[in-house]
Each structure stands twice: as structure tokens, then as C-alpha cells.
């Protein structure tokens, strides 16, 4: 292909809108981290029977030929050269690296990923920023979380920055858009999660309970130690005996982090669990919404799986 200008090329550059990413459910992955993730995501699901997620490649020659595995990778999916001008009007980056890929939105229920068993999940309150939802989405995926949630009024995670963002962890777990709030505390509490609001103004403090979990983890492995809400021993740390009302962070949970200016609402934050600070120690105000979200899907990783 090497008309910027052809209608094949003007159909992909459109997928950047919104307007015919609701229309056609594709989106568009740009650059190899993406699209090799993307194409792996596709053979994972197309072995397993599913449809797929990529339904066509456009690279340069230079490109397949400094990264021969994407040509692999595409063997079963449409894969077109195209001249670095095509390239460029298909991608929205201003030095695209020679690849792009047509994906298939995929979408994905809330009750049927919560009733598989999901132990850790994140959940976006009108985040609009498309770089602080890729970020939380990769910390997310990075963190074991089993599922990233977006609430109506968020930002669409498909648009062209928020797929960059995510460096390919878009294609790694599954993403649920679109779910009201109120549903969303429902069906939380109908699977048994914990939700935890990540709040500046919490009154629970999140190192405390990762200080509990520690505690709760070793305590078998202490003389004589306590069962939980007997007193301790002489020997024992008073911590391995002490009684708490606060979340454990090894139990199923649904974090949710707010709108970047405003936070959580406050309906939010009454109908969360807890509301949980991530202790500031400096002199900053707060933390990045994609920062605190990293430090609590980190801290509840930690406590599942030690």
C-alpha cells in the first residue's frame, strides 16, 4: 500500500474517533510492543477457539525486517506492507515505528468475570485522562489484578493514547467499560469483595495493613502463637495477638480510584468498605491517581500471593 490517501487507509485513521470506534467495535494498536502483544493476546484466544483479537497488520518492509517476529506472529492474521506515508496516516503519533494493527474491541461482562473467581480487581470512577488510565491498567496487569473496570463517564480506554499508555497490557486481562456504579457495588458484594476506596482523607492507613497482613502470615510460624482474638503470649508480639476491625488485604478486593480532579465522590466513598490513604511521608500534597493506584494493587498483590 503506498496511497495515504486510499479509502482502506482513511477507514483505519478514523478508528482514532471515537464516534467509529462505537460504530465499527475496532481500535487500532500502534507500534511493535503493542501490536506483538496484541498478536500473541490473538493466538492465545484463536488456539483456545475464540475469534481473535487482530483482524489485520499494515508494516513497512524496514520494520519486518528489523523485527522479523511480528511477520511470524501475523501468520494467520491479514498482513499488508505499506510505505512509511501510509504508516503515518493510519497512526496518531507523530514518529510512528512502522506498524499498526486493527483490533477487535472486546467486551466483557462484570458478573462473569467476577464469577470466575476474580480476587483483585481495579476500578476507574470517571478517570478521564487517557495517559492516568493506561498507566492504572498497566499497573494493574503488572499486579496480577484479574480485571481492570471502567465506570460510565471514564475514559475510553481504546482511544489511541490510553492503548499506547497500557503498552500492551490492554491485551493481557479482561476490561470492563461502561458499568454503572451502583451495579458495580452490587454485584462487588454479591461475589464477596471487599471494596476499598483509595482515599488522601482515609481513616484507615494502607501500611498499617500491610503490617497486619505480615503479621497474620508469620504468625504460624511463632512459638505458641495465639489464635486470632486470644491474647498473646509473654513470647509473642502483642501485633500477632491484636484484634482488628480493619480490611485484610489477602481477601478478595475492588479497589476504586477517583477522577484525577476531584477524587471519589462523596456517594463513592459512603458506599466503599473502607476508605484506605496511602501514607504521604514528604512534603506533596498527594499522590498521582496512576501512582496511588500502583502502591494499593501492589500492597493487595503482595498479601495474595505470600
Not at 487517557?130 to 498507566?135: I, L, Q, R
Not at 458499568?179 to 483509595?198: Q, Y
Not at 492507613?205 to 486470632?228: F, G, H, I, N, Y
Request: proline letters at 5%; glycine letters at 8%; charged letters at 20%.
Amino acid at each position: 500500500m503506498s496511497n495515504p490517501r486510499a479509502d482502506r487507509v482513511r477507514d483505519v485513521a478514523k478508528l482514532a474517533g471515537r464516534p467509529a470506534r462505537l460504530k465499527t467495535g475496532r481500535f487500532v494498536a500502534e507500534g511493535p510492543q503493542a501490536v506483538r502483544e496484541a498478536l500473541l493476546s490473538h493466538r492465545a484466544d484463536a488456539s483456545a477457539g475464540g475469534s481473535g483479537v487482530v483482524l489485520e497488520v499494515f508494516a513497512t518492509e524496514a520494520c519486518l525486517d528489523r523485527l522479523p517476529e511480528l511477520a511470524e506472529l501475523s501468520a494467520d492474521v491479514p498482513l499488508r506492507l505499506a510505505t512509511d506515508e501510509v504508516i503515518a496516516a493510519m497512526a496518531t503519533t507523530i514518529s510512528p515505528q512502522g506498524v499498526v494493527a486493527v483490533c477487535r474491541i472486546t467486551d466483557y461482562a462484570l458478573d462473569d468475570v467476577l464469577a470466575a473467581g476474580a480476587k483483585l480487581i481495579a476500578v476507574l470512577c470517571e478517570v478521564r485522562d487517557p495517559g492516568n488510565a493506561g498507566t492504572i491498567l498497566r499497573a494493574a496487569d503488572s499486579a496480577g489484578a484479574d480485571a481492570v473496570v471502567l465506570t460510565a463517564s471514564s475514559v475510553d480506554i481504546h482511544n489511541p493514547k490510553a492503548v499506547r499508555s497500557t503498552a500492551g497490557s490492554l491485551f493481557h486481562l479482561p476490561v470492563v467499560t461502561g458499568v454503572s456504579f451502583d451495579f458495580l457495588m452490587a454485584a462487588c458484594r454479591a461475589h464477596g469483595l471487599t471494596v476499598l476506596a483509595a482515599d488522601g482523607y482515609g481513616n484507615v492507613d494502607l501500611d498499617k495493613l500491610q503490617d497486619e497482613s505480615s503479621v497474620r502470615r508469620l504468625a504460624p510460624a511463632l512459638p505458641d502463637a495465639p489464635a486470632t482474638g486470644e491474647a498473646a503470649d509473654d513470647g509473642a508480639p502483642e501485633a500477632a495477638a491484636a484484634v482488628s476491625s480493619q480490611p485484610r488485604l489477602e481477601n478478595p478486593t475492588a479497589w476504586l480510584f477517583g477522577n484525577e480532579a476531584q477524587g471519589l465522590t462523596s456517594a463513592q466513598l459512603a458506599d466503599a468498605d473502607y476508605r484506605v490513604a496511602v501514607p504521604v511521608y514528604g512534603r506533596a500534597e498527594s499522590l498521582n491517581v496512576g501512582t496511588a493506584a500502583t502502591v494499593c494493587l501492589y500492597a493487595s498483590a503482595r498479601a495474595q500471593n505470600r
